[in-house]
C-alpha cells in the first residue's frame, strides 16, 4: 500500500541513495544478489546472538540496500523482465530466510508458516491474474504488501528487544506479533483475490459481448498453475 500510493514520492528518495551503488558499478541483478546475502547473514547471525533488537536493526538495513535495485536499474537504464522475475524471487526467499530463523529461536514453526503463506499468497494472487489478463503492477495498493511486512518485521524485533528490558519475555511479543502479522497478510491476499475475481469476471463478460468463442475465455488457463508466482 505505501509503495503503490507513495510510489512517486518514494522512488526519488531510493534513486538518490543508490548513487554510491551506481558510482561503484554495480548492475540491478548484483544489488539483488547482495541484498539476499545480508539478509540470509543477518537470519544467520540471529540464530547466534537471539537478540531481537539487533535481529531488527540488521534486517532495516539489510531490506534498505535490497530496496536499491530497483532504483540502480532505473538510473542505469537496465529494467528487463528477467531482472523483475529476479528480484521476486529473491524476495521471497528473503522472507522465507527471516521468518524461519525467527521461529528457530522462539520455536514458533506453525505460527511462522502461517505468516509465510500469507505473503506469498498475497504475491501470487496478482501473479496469477497476470496469466490471464493483463494488469498494471501499480494498480494493487493493498493493505499489507512486502514493505509493510518489512516494516512490520522489523517493528516487532525492535519492540520485542525494548519490551524484554521491561520484563516481558521476547518470545510473548515475538509470538503476537507473528499472529497479527499472518492475520493481516491472509487478510491481504483475501483483498487481491476479491479484485482478481471482480477484473476477471469483467474481462469474462466483455468477451462474451465481443462474441468471441468460449474456448478462448479461459485459453490462458491452459498453463501450469506454477508458471508464475
Known amino acids: 500500500m505505501i509503495d503503490g500510493l507513495f510510489k512517486r514520492h518514494i522512488d526519488p528518495l531510493w534513486e538518490s541513495m543508490a548513487s ?37 536493526l540488521m534486517l532495516a ?57 500469507g505473503g506469498v499468497m498475497t504475491s501470487y494472487a496478482k501473479a496469477r491474474t497476470a496469466i490471464e489478463i493483463p494488469i498494471s503492477n501499480e494498480a494493487w495498493p493493498d493493505f499489507f504488501e512486502r514493505l509493510e511486512r518489512i ?19 521476547a518470545g510473548t511479543t515475538i509470538a503476537a506479533g507473528l499472529a497479527i502479522y499472518a492475520l493481516l497478510a491472509h487478510a491481504t491476499s483475501v483483498q487481491r483475490i476479491r479484485r482478481a475475481i471482480s477484473l476477471l469476471r469483467a474481462a469474462d463478460a466483455l468477451h462474451r459481448d465481443d462474441g468471441g468463442p468460449e474456448s478462448d475465455i479461459s485459453k490462458a488457463s491452459s498453463f501450469p498453475a506454477g508458471t508464475r508466482s
Open 61 to 117: 538495513f539489510a531490506f534498505a540496500f535490497d530496496a536499491l535495485d530497483g532504483a540502480v536499474a532505473r538510473r542505469r537504464d537496465m529494467c528487463t523482465k528477467s531482472g523483475g522475475y529476479f528480484d521476486a524471487m529473491v524476495d521471497r526467499y528473503q522472507e522465507l530466510a527471516v521468518l524461519a530463523s525467527i521461529a528457530a529461536v522462539s520455536d514458533l514453526w506453525a505460527l511462522a508458516l502461517i505468516a509465510f503463506s
Open 151 to 169: 516494516i512490520f518485521l522489523c517493528a516487532m524485533l525492535l519492540a520485542a528487544g525494548g519490551l524484554s528490558l521491561a520484563g516481558l519475555p
Open 20 to 56: 554510491p551503488l551506481i558510482k561503484a558499478g554495480m548492475s540491478p541483478n548484483q544489488v539483488t544478489a547482495t541484498g539476499l546475502a545480508l539478509v540470509t547473514l543477518s537470519s544467520a547471525l540471529y540464530l547466534w546472538h537471539e537478540s531481537p533488537a539487533l535481529f531488527g
